[in-house]
């Protein structure tokens, strides 16, 4: 009973989330929230662009979400599998390590201003 | 008085042994259940705590014992969260938690449960925090455009 109501309960937070993404262009000043830890500091988190990433993303523009940030778009299958099987998932250690290498490294490549690495700033 | 983690990967407790022997008696417990004796730092199957140990032994002794191991206990390790909150929400905090979640696998690994639990309540917290610090803007903004305080190009 409890896991029908997580499926439903989280099946219906992702259809909101999509349809606010999908109305809603996030790369419009004033439309939502930026990013706080950019406001902050001025530097590109690991996170910063996936809002808009996702909003090209259900609009079917799969390259400008990869030019938001590629990294959260790479993610979006791996989420959705671990999502979606739950406790029968079971990742390597190593696996989580990897990825969070990945995250790292991507926050800092992402704020070195030259040039190949420009493109991954969103 | 003791704790126990249900089949649900929750706590439970602390409750008197009492009550934790109506729970065995009702199902909601068994042998592999683990559980925590109150000021104590490990886990441990109740089969293998003396206060209930001949409860089990009582109730078994009929059926021969199974033949495998005890299952690996699940404990989860909050990744999805962990992984959204990271890229969906607001960087600094969203980084423990993935850690404390590869730890959790790792210790898993290692047959550490005690160590295991301990990483996944602290990814717990670590997502919470970090979704509530990215929810705090996010409501400030809502809040701050309906009150007019700022103005949306698109409202």
Same mark, same amino acid.
């Given at each position: 009973?409890?896991?029908?109501?997580?499926?439903?309960?989280?099946?219906?937070?992702?259809?909101?989330?999509?349809?606010?993404?999908?109305?809603?262009?996030?790369?419009?000043?004033?439309?939502?929230?930026?990013?706080?830890?950019?406001?902050?500091?001025?530097?590109?988190?690991?996170?910063?662009?996936?809002?808009?990433?996702?909003?090209?993303?259900?609009?079917?523009?799969?390259?400008?979400?990869?030019?938001?940030?590629?990294?959260?778009?790479?993610?979006?299958?791996?989420?959705?599998?671990?999502?979606?099987?739950?406790?029968?998932?079971?990742?390597?250690?190593?696996?989580?390590?990897?990825?969070?290498?990945?995250?790292?490294?991507?926050?800092?490549?992402?704020?070195?201003?030259?040039?190949?690495?420009?493109?991954?700033?969103? | 008085?003791?704790?126990?983690?249900?089949?649900?990967?929750?706590?439970?407790?602390?409750?008197?042994?009492?009550?934790?022997?109506?729970?065995?008696?009702?199902?909601?417990? +068994?042998?592999?259940?683990? &559980?925590?004796?109150?000021?104590?730092?490990?886990?441990? *199957?109740? /089969?293998?705590? %003396?206060?209930?140990?001949?409860?089990?032994?009582?109730?078994?002794?009929?059926?021969?014992?199974?033949?495998?191991?005890?299952?690996?206990?699940?404990?989860? +390790?909050?990744?999805?969260? &962990?992984?959204?909150?990271?890229?969906?929400?607001?960087? *600094?905090? /969203?980084?423990? %938690?993935?850690?404390?979640?590869?730890?959790?696998?790792?210790?898993?690994?290692?047959?550490?449960?005690?160590?295991?639990?301990?990483?996944?309540?602290?990814?717990?917290?670590?997502?919470?925090?970090?979704?509530?610090?990215?929810?705090?803007?996010?409501?400030?903004?809502?809040?701050?455009?309906?009150?007019?305080?700022?103005?949306?190009?698109?409202?």
């Amino acid at each position: 009973m409890t896991t029908r109501l997580k499926i439903i309960g989280g099946g219906a937070l992702v259809i909101g989330a999509a349809a606010i993404l999908y109305a809603l262009d996030p790369a419009r000043a004033g439309m939502l929230p930026g990013c706080p830890f950019h406001a902050l500091t001025g530097l590109w988190c690991p996170g910063c662009g996936s809002t808009r990433a996702l909003h090209q993303l259900l609009h079917g523009h799969l390259s400008a979400a990869f030019g938001f940030n590629p990294l959260a778009i790479s993610l979006l299958p791996l989420v959705g599998y671990l999502a979606v099987r739950g406790e029968k998932a079971t990742l390597k250690p190593a696996m989580i390590w990897i990825l969070l290498g990945m995250i790292v490294m991507f926050g800092v490549l992402r704020n070195v201003p030259v040039y190949p690495l420009t493109l991954l700033a969103p | 008085m003791y704790k126990i983690i249900g089949a649900d990967g929750q706590q439970y407790g602390p409750v008197t042994a009492e009550q934790l022997r109506q729970w065995i008696t009702e199902g909601r417990a +068994n042998a592999e259940t683990l &559980a925590q004796a109150e000021g104590g730092t490990d886990w441990k *199957p109740l /089969g293998q705590i %003396a206060e209930f140990a001949p409860q089990f032994s009582a109730a078994t002794s009929s059926a021969p014992p199974p033949l495998t191991g005890q299952p690996r206990p699940h404990v989860p +390790n909050y990744l999805v969260p &962990a992984i959204l909150c990271t890229i969906f929400c607001c960087l *600094p905090f /969203g980084i423990p %938690a993935i850690v404390f979640a590869a730890q959790v696998n790792s210790k898993l690994q290692a047959g550490d449960v005690t160590g295991a639990m301990e990483s996944s309540r602290k990814a717990r917290r670590w997502c919470w925090l970090a979704f509530g610090l990215g929810l705090i803007p996010m409501l400030a903004w809502i809040i701050g455009i309906s009150v007019g305080l700022f103005r949306s190009s698109y409202f």
